[in-house]
């Protein structure tokens, strides 16, 4: 099935769609190091980005009637720094909120779906009525706003036109809160996905159910073998992982740091021959509010900053409470990367462009789900045909 992506970062949501099957046409994305990472992989052959044509620049200037009818899915994750807890919250007045351009690109594409992630901060209560906003914009994106038109008038007619319903492009959209530790990434990530199918696919569709729980995490090291699996001496093994009691044991164990990490080799200045961008970090120092992730638990979610990298929540802490940064192949892992993924650039860069990606194995999920519901209403719809004829 062929797909777009805007926004594209680093590549995180770009891989986990193809791995689910999706063939990304067009990848737009502003940052050069993003790009130039995106181009490397594309170049040397890499397969889940192989032939992708890398658009540098705005996403606005894209030229989308180049591409040719029929787009099955737009994915992208709009720049998150106007909802981030670290940054202003400025929201629509935040010249970097690329909502109104997603809906755009959806308007000229009209994909049979779409899937689009930001930060947990959208939902916070100062955001209430920009979230519905979003919300009504991807479900009518033919609607667009006059010119001088404010966001709040323009979401009166939005409201307006989803109790009646008069254009012709209409999209079926439900958002969710995920943490993407409960789909086995080794990390506490919390991301809103708004997925939307358009009002002529029967999709039958429901977001993805978690596959992993903190209670059964917790369980593996109260009986004693995810210590054992992992050779931990008895004298570290004291640590518990928390769990809510509504939290499902029958899953499968939250993945923690020590399972993504844990095979790599200590990291060194000169690095490592066998594994990409795996170099040893210097500088990193602990302190109030910036502790590090501790090693026998999911990470604490890696940040890019909005002024810089925050070594902080890119540190690990070992059970001797000494903390170093990540690697850059570490971080890679924590997010899911693929080992034979190069991230392009400095610590810094690489960093910033791990710290906004979307986790490769919750996109594969989310992607999926959304492939297969596809592939069924096709289905469906063939099938109908063929008895109507």
């Known amino acids: 099935m062929r797909s777009v992506e805007l926004f594209a970062g680093g590549g995180g949501l770009t891989l986990g769609t193809h791995q689910a099957g999706f063939s990304t046409e067009v990848v737009a994305e502003w940052n050069r190091w993003c790009c130039d990472t995106l181009r490397e992989n594309r170049d040397v052959g890499y397969p889940l980005v192989k032939g992708i044509d890398v658009r540098e620049g705005d996403v606005r200037h894209v030229d989308w009637a180049q591409l040719p009818a029929g787009v099955d899915l737009v994915s992208g994750g709009p720049p998150c720094q106007p909802f981030s807890a670290g940054g202003k919250a400025n ?55 006059a010119d001088g038109e404010s966001w709040g008038d323009h979401f009166d007619r939005l409201q307006s036109e989803h109790t009646s319903v008069h254009t012709d492009l209409n999209y079926k959209v439900l958002a969710t809160l995920v943490n993407a530790a409960d789909y086995g990434v080794p990390q506490q990530r919390w991301r ?26 917790r369980s593996t090291q109260e009986d004693g073998s995810y210590w054992e699996r992992h050779k931990v001496a008895k004298k570290h093994r004291g640590y518990r992982v928390r769990a809510a009691k509504d939290s499902d044991q029958t899953r499968e164990p939250w993945r923690t740091v020590r399972d993504a990490i844990g095979d790599l080799p200590e990291p060194t200045p000169a690095g490592s ?22 090693i026998d638990a999911p990470a604490k979610a890696l940040k890019a900053g909005v002024h810089g990298v925050p070594g902080g929540e890119n540190m690990l802490r070992d059970v001797d409470e000494s903390v170093r940064y990540f690697t850059v192949r570490e971080a890679a892992r924590l997010q899911t990367f693929p080992d034979g993924y190069r991230l392009h650039g400095p610590w810094t860069e690489a960093m910033r462009q791990l710290g906004n990606a979307v986790p490769v194995d919750l996109a594969a999920a989310v992607a999926h789900s959304v492939h297969d519901h596809l592939a069924a209403a096709t289905f469906r719809e063939t099938k109908a045909k063929r008895r109507a004829s």
Do not use: C
């Open 91 to 145: 929201a629509a007045d935040d010249k970097r909120d690329m909502f109104p351009a997603t809906t755009e690109v959806i308007r000229r594409l009209r994909p049979r779906a779409f899937i689009i992630e930001n930060v947990r901060g959208l939902l916070r209560p100062g955001f209430s009525d920009y979230y519905s906003y979003i919300n009504l914009r991807l479900a009518h994106p033919e609607l667009v706003a």
């Open 192 to 217: 809103v996905f708004f997925v939307g199918f358009r009002d002529d696919v029967d999709a039958e569709w429901h977001f993805p159910r978690p596959t992993h729980s903190a209670s059964a995490l």
């Open 273 to 294: 021959t066998e594994y990409l961008n795996h170099i040893y970090q210097p500088g990193a120092r602990s302190y109030k509010g910036h502790t590090g992730s501790y």
